[in-house]
């Protein structure tokens, strides 16, 4: 029959889709776990949900900006492609980490004690100032990267149809292996297990001769920072910026580390690919427009059918 | 809490003692003396003079006043919710959406997609009030009902979830009846028959009668058998199912009378405005409402409203120049005053500031003059008086504004690390470097300091007193 | 006469760990009854199937309806009270207010009738600062006058354990469980407690039920001692037997064990 051409052609167009929406999930899925690994490790230590963690994503994009600017643009940059990746990830994961020790120094360390709603309003008041700081000091509009000028599509690895973007491969390598080191930190390193004691009760660690304090400095340093750099991957990999992006990356990122179980570290991985996926298949396939009421009504459904996610452990309680 | 053995009562005998004296002791002895409808009373006398003095001299009063007592009803709801059964719902903003939306649809020309000139579906208001309430009070009841399998923290993540997906779905879902992106405009005002509400006037009069009964009823509900059952459920869930209240039945009440609450809330504001965006139900509206109710005290009726008075007064007065400079100095005399002790000490530091700019200003002054042309951005006498105080240069250029905003925040932050003596010598320059900022730069774009000041209010609430203006200490075994 | 509390065959096992272990009890009306058993032995489980915090196998029959299936507030509404080992008081709720929240099962008034405070909200009202007032007053001066009015975290740890026992009360018990009511008491302070118990039977007509950590010096007013262990009554009778009883003293000493000094916790205050 003369059709069977026909469709093995509209087949394969189907795949490359299916594959280019496959792509662009894994990516965004990779940023966001990277943010939710954040979001994970400050609740597993400290209980808080904190609501600030997206915009310090959102500060991290904008210093990789910034960096892209000090070295004369997308178009006329006056160093090689490499050490300007290298340079803008390590300068947003140091600021950005930076930023994120001195919020809790100067926020949440004084409120260890206080009734559990406080560092959860603070958290708010944190991600309100540090949106409107922006807004105030760069203006509301959307930056572009531009990251095409200096990284062209054209060195893309084609594959029978499908294009892959070498920055996409820099996000996935770059987020494998931040997610792997961190594994092997909190596993491997003494400050992983003080790490792990704080998590499971402070009160003991401390007695126990563990510096509570840097601790829990080192936990939002590290997870600050694997924020910055996910902000700044995702200004390379999507281009647009603005002070707003946060709330909404902070808030799916968050998605993932409760479907993933918030506290567990491969769960944020897992969570964060399954709703990038999530996101990429229902706006190629279902509506764009949908996509982040499918993301919210996946988030409801997991709490409802296992409140404590897929890897998390069921809360104990004493009567 | 108490070691064991030690009664907290009489071991803090002597504190009380002192505190029982002096102008606060006045004040909480009156407290405790003046019934809660003499309260009210006051509360109504007081609205009533604004109502009638101030309103007449401008518009923007009227506006205020009816944004205030909208603000007040939105915490009063949400102190059911949080204040008082301890739920933390981060989606109460969708019940005062849904309240807006039913209202406009009601009463405007959204059903069947009909052209604007047509009116379409106009009910009166003896009708939409009671649509509203009641189906947001459904909402809240299915909302209350899924809300039962979560607890703490993950309770306050769905909810979240759930006010986030109110503002996406009015914006995506049927474009042609809820009007998408653009909102709903040009909505019939509250009516009966040929009788209505045409001003903001009209609209603050109803707010303030319905925050009054709405406080009378509260409180009523607050003393009786559903409030102490919302309160234990707060306190220990465990043991107040096992002290015969139904924990899931008063839980899903509590969400089903916030919600209520805040769908009269939602009628009023689409009424008053003749229009709805789904903007106008952000999260940034919620934090608005989180804001009023734990700064003025969750838990407490007067609290909440308290807490919408200051936060939407303050937020208006942000919006105008010379008002924000009286908010702006006023805070920093107050903090001020609050924190450094004893006068001695203050005296010094004021010295100290106004020495410190004057003397700054005269040596940049002295090197270039283009440094210190510009003029503040305050108004009124308050330029005169800055004018040889604060550093502006010629065009008060925005980077220069913004380099001090950054030193301002890492001034702020490594004061509040510093301890005795150094604290006070660091607090002079600080003081000195917020002052230029916000002449060089904060009063340039009052709509975003306002949102930085609403953020700023909770932080520091939070850290200098947890329960708020008016809320009590709590305790919380963890 | 039937027994007002009657456990049949109650086991409940948490994933591998049987807690309870086909147990069979019964308790009559008026009585005093005593659980005794080393750490882990089941006691404070055996409280929460009772008052339907964990729902076990087996049946569990008060006043001849069974318990199996109903949540703990229709339990406690049927006559069944408890207090709680690791006090659980509504500590931001005022003395007063503790007393009065546990009477919600007693009343009906909805919110709608309580707002507009028609007459049937107002009768319960007054009924329930009467009955608040009333169990309170039972404990003396201890909770009365100013300490109405007081919230419950400025209580001492002894007013704690009082305030619980009387917020059990005010739900209208006919049978009270009380959860190591002694614990962290000094003995002055026990002495008192067992006259407490004894004036509680009197007084309010109630059935009690409760726990301890070994005989003591309540142990003494009780009609019958329950000793359980690995989940399983073990031994059953007077308390003068069951100091005696060779396989109660094993149970505290493990099989291996010596005599002597180890065995005094268990026969303290019966000397």
Redesign the interface.
Known sequence: MGGGGAFSVACTAQMQIFIQTLVTGIVTGCLYALIALGYSMVYGVLKLLNFAHGDLYMVGAFIGYFAIQWFGGATALIIPVPLLIIFMMVVAGLGVGALGVAIERFAYRPLRNAPRIAPLITALGISFILEDSVLLLFGGFTRNYNAPAFLPFRQSIHIDGVNIWSVQIIVVVVSVVMMFGLRELVNRTLFGKSMRAVASDREAAEMLGVNVDRTIAMTFFIGSAMAGVAGVMSGLAFGQISNIIGFLAGLKAFTAAVVGGIGSIPGAMIGGLVIGLCESFSSSYISSQYSDLIVFALLIATMLVRPQGVFGQPPLQKV | MAPIGVDEWVARSGDRREQNSGWRGLLARLDSRVGWWPRLVLVGLFALVYGKLLVGSNINYAQTGFNVVLYAILALGLNIVVGWAGLLDLGYIAFFGAGAYIYALFSSHAFGNLPLSTGGVQLPVVATIPIAVVGVGILGLVIGLVALRLSGDYLAIVTLFVGQAFAEAVNNVAPGTLGGANGLFGLKGFHVGSAMIGSTLGYYWFAVIVLLILMAFLHLLDTSRTGRAWRALRDDPLAAEVMTIPVNKVKVMAFTFGAIVAALAGTMFAAQQSSVFSTNFSAQTLILIYACLVLGGAGSIAGAVLGGVVVTVSQQLLSSPIDSAYLFYGILVIVLVARVRPWRHLAAVVAAIVGFGFGVHAIVGAISHRAIAGSPGSSGWFAGALRHFVIVPAGSPLTYGNLLYVAMICMIIGVVQLKGIRRLVAVVPTVYVAICCWEARLTLDPGITAQIMIGAILIVTMAARPEGLLGTRRVEVL | MAPLLELDQVSLSFGGLRALHSLDMHVDENEIVSVIGPNGAGK?TLF?VI?G?YQPAGDIRFDGKSLIGR???RI??MGV??T?Q?L??????TVK?NV????????R?T?IE????LPR?RR??RE?EARAEDVLGFFGQRLQGYRFD??A???????RRRLEIA??MA?GARMLLLDEPAA?MNPPEKLALRELIRGLRERFDVTILLIEHHMDVESELCDIVTVLDNGKVIAEGKPAEISRDPKVIVAYLGSGGGAGEAAEPLLAGLE
């Open positions: 404070t929460n008052t915090i949540s703990p507030h406690t509404g009270a408890r709680f690791s659980r008081l509504f500590l931001n709720m207010e009065k929240a546990a009477t919600y099962g007693g009343t008034a919110p309580s707002m507009l405070r909200a319960e009202e329930v007081q919230p975290y400025v209580l001492s740890y002894a007013n917020r059990a739900t962290g």
